[in-house]
């Protein structure tokens, strides 16, 4: 069976989710259509507006037939790092093509531009090099590096459009992979990823959406009729939910302990705590750590590293121990992990009980951080199933 990967978060699933996800079927003339999801965190280092396994049942209610979870080392990494898991987890799946939402869609040659950087990669390391040696910050440094090296050739590749950058990395790990997959790029529809205002009749992005649901307002045109039914009533989470538990953290924590958490680099670990003192909210003390070199997304991920406690061997082990949890799947989402299974170099995990020891406790424990501001504490990975339908 041919079978087109997604890479998605779903946070929560909207009207543009359909799109991609009904196009990237008819387009790719592909039999089965799975999905590589992050779990309860994403990679902007945010907790998800609603559960992994809410998230899974809207997927499969339109059109998904196989969700597997991208495990917690990846899904809150950056972008290089997002993309390398996820992609490593389609190729072990023998996924034929990757479908993906970006802003530049079919305009950008994204196999070309993979294939230029590997070609050109000791240019490209030297002169960001020189860049962050003139304290210049990685992101803005690559992303300069790209437009000095690449403008004249594609001027419409613009790495800091969001879903460019990510469709990049795709590209890049999908480059190095044993089992490459075709490229399908699909033009996003309506709002940006970024934007915080709906203007479309349709559509509009996951910020917006959140934003309008945080506030208890209307959102419903912009999301299918599964999602809406999921939303009733159920629990909305936003990282205030879980500023009690951080601000404590900071606050009883010594530097030296913080310091060695993974992400927390460069004597940051004064300024978080110093600011945790002095702030009432998540949202202000954000606003007093964040500097030009440090961006709300790593903040927000070195938060999640503060929460979870995870160190840098922690990390390390598990990026070198991934595995395939299933979320949900159709009928034909199970006959073709049946046909595969067998060959997969990775671990196949349907119940947590029965998996290899190890290799599940950051995600056991990202679930149990994920509950706690709500005291849900027995929803989690033990206790739920593959969701079929």
């Known amino acids: 069976m041919k079978a087109v990967g997604i890479i998605a ?3 929560p699933f909207h009207n543009g989710h359909r799109f991609i996800l009904n196009h990237a079927k008819h387009k790719s003339q592909a039999e089965v259509l799975i999905v590589v999801m992050s779990g309860n965190f994403l990679q902007r280092g945010e907790p998800a507006i609603i559960t992994k396994w809410q998230r899974t049942k809207a997927a499969l209610a339109a059109g998904a037939d196989l969700v597997i979870e991208l495990p917690f080392v990846s899904a809150i990494e950056s972008a290089e790092n997002f993309a390398s898991g996820a992609i490593n987890l389609l190729h072990d799946f023998r996924c034929d093509t990757l479908c993906f939402g970006t802003e530049k869609g079919e305009a950008l040659p994204y196999d070309e531009l993979a294939a230029f950087y590997h070609q050109n990669e000791d240019s490209f390391n030297l002169i960001i090099k020189k860049k962050l040696e003139n304290n210049i910050p990685y992101g803005i440094a690559v992303t300069q590096t790209w437009e000095e090296l690449t403008a004249s050739r594609w001027p419409t590749f613009d790495l800091r459009q969001p879903n460019i950058l990510l469709g990049f990395h795709y590209a890049l790990a999908n480059h190095i992979g044993e089992n490459p997959m075709e490229l399908l790029p699909l033009n996003r529809m309506g ?12 559509f509009a992005s ?3 959406i959140r934003q309008l649901l945080l506030r208890g307002e209307k959102s419903d045109s912009y999301i299918p009729l599964s999602t809406q039914t999921l939303l009733e009533g159920t629990d909305l989470h936003s990282w205030e939910d879980y500023w009690p538990l951080l601000h404590y953290q900071l606050c009883i924590q010594s530097p030296e302990n913080i310091a060695k ?3 927390i680099v460069e004597g940051i670990e004064y300024r978080l705590i110093a600011c945790a003192k002095k702030a009432s909210s998540f949202a202000e003390w954000l606003s007093q750590v964040k500097t030009k070199r440090y ?5 927000q991920r070195m938060a999640l590293s503060i ?9 390390n082990y ?4 991934p595995y395939h949890h299933v979320l949900g799947m159709t009928k034909k989402g199970q006959a073709y992990l049946g046909h595969y299974k067998k060959v997969l170099r990775y671990p196949l995990i349907s119940t947590f009980s029965k998996a290899p020891a190890g290799i599940t406790n950051l995600d056991e424990r990202a679930t149990m951080l994920y509950q706690l501001p709500f005291n849900k504490l027995d929803d ?4 739920n199933g593959v969701i079929r339908v």
């Open 191 to 202: 709002a940006n990823h970024n934007d915080a205002t709906a203007t479309d009749e349709s």
């Open 9 to 11: 978060e779903f946070n």
């Open 206 to 208: 996951g910020t917006a």
């Open 295 to 299: 961006t709300t997304n790593r903040i």
């Open 261 to 263: 958490l993974h992400n």
């Open 318 to 321: 598990h990026q070198q121990h």
């Open 307 to 315: 929460l979870i406690q995870l160190t840098e061997d922690e990390f």
């Open 380 to 383: 989690n990975d033990y206790t």
